[in-house]
């Protein structure tokens, strides 16, 4: 199997989807602020459906690894210091 760079991660799907520069815009603290040099790819209302989408599904993905980290049975001690034993995230979607 050959791998290939690519949006193989969830992370860089999730940056790219939730950037405003593909609908020719940038945010600032007022707004959206037209890009003029840019020629946008889908319109700004269609990416603001799409970005609301996005928060729904990142808060319940947020949610549901939450509680499956709150479903183990056992919990793991550490040999050496007795002490509880975590799961550490590199990033959001690990």
Do not use: W
């Not at 945010?27 to 209302?45: A, R």
């Amino acid at each position: 199997m050959v791998r290939r760079k690519g949006l193989n991660k969830p992370e860089k799907l999730f940056r790219i989807l939730s950037n405003p520069f593909y609908a020719g815009h940038y945010e600032t603290k007022n707004g959206y602020q037209i890009l003029s040099h840019v020629t946008p790819i889908i319109d700004l209302d269609l990416f603001l459906k799409g970005k609301s989408k996005l928060n729904e599904y990142f808060s319940y993905y947020q949610e549901s690894l939450e509680g499956a980290s709150n479903q183990f049975l056992v919990i793991p001690n550490c040999e050496k210091c007795g002490n509880v034993m975590k799961h550490r995230r590199e990033n959001v979607f690990d």
